[in-house]
């Protein structure tokens, strides 16, 4: 079985500049998570998505970022203007609502700096 | 305010040096506590659940176990491919989200 896909792998940019994260949760799955990991913490959720309706928002900074996952599958994640701040590994996760445990299956990461 | 808090922030052992990790929580509404395991460079990848105090799971050198305050992760003679760093997170009854802690950074050296 496939797992949750991600891309770019890495992406640098200047502050002030737009950027787009890419996500394929693992194929059945209908809840999709994007998560921001800041160097030495643990993962932040940003937004959770329940086919293509949105869950859960509110840690997203909206005025700064977006997110949408089309046709229930597939997901990008959009930080325009970037800022320095927003240096992070963004993480996609995937679970199943018919699973008991609804466990949480991660991609590698996107890994984002900002100059 | 629900939190999780990690401790050490750092371990090294030896080689077959044993050690236990630890995770304290305070949550309205604990309906599972995860343990997952993050290499350099990847996202966390699931190694438990444990969802009422007593229970303890088991997978090659690692248990953990669970109390209602908290969680251990043990590991039993440990080798450098155990390196990684360890993140717990609790579960809410009420939305299912996680909410982690920092982690634990474990260094086995050969």
């Known amino acids: 079985e496939a797992g949750v896909a991600q891309s770019p792998r890495y992406k640098i940019i200047e502050k002030r500049q737009s950027v787009a994260f890419w996500c394929n949760p693992i194929?059945?799955?209908?809840?999709l998570y994007w998560y921001q990991q800041i160097l030495g913490q643990g993962p932040k959720l940003l937004i959770q998505f329940q086919n293509n309706g949105v869950v859960d928002d509110s840690q997203l900074p909206k005025d700064r970022f977006s997110a949408e996952r089309l046709k229930g599958v597939d997901s990008t994640l959009k930080i325009q203007p970037a800022k320095l701040e927003d240096s992070a590994v963004y993480l996609c996760a995937s679970s199943s609502p018919t699973e008991y445990q609804e466990t949480q299956y991660f991609g590698p990461g996107t890994r984002l700096l900002v100059l | 305010e629900d939190q999780v808090t990690q401790s050490p922030e750092a371990l090294r052992l030896q080689e077959g040096e044993s050690s236990s990790l630890n995770c304290s929580y305070t949550?309205?509404?604990?309906?599972?506590l995860f343990w997952y395991r993050q290499d350099p460079g990847k996202g966390p990848e699931f190694l438990f659940t444990l969802y009422s105090a007593g229970e303890e799971k088991e997978k090659e050198r690692l248990k953990a176990t669970l109390t209602k305050k908290e969680s251990f992760l043990h590991i039993t003679a440990p080798k450098p491919e155990d390196s990684a760093t360890y993140l717990c997170?609790?579960?809410?009854?009420?939305?299912?989200?996680?909410?982690w802690g920092a982690g634990t950074k474990l260094i086995i050296k050969p």
């Open positions: 194929s059945g799955h209908a809840t």
């Open positions: 997170a609790v579960q809410r009854r009420s939305n299912y989200q996680l909410i």
């Open positions: 949550v309205s509404g604990l309906r599972g």
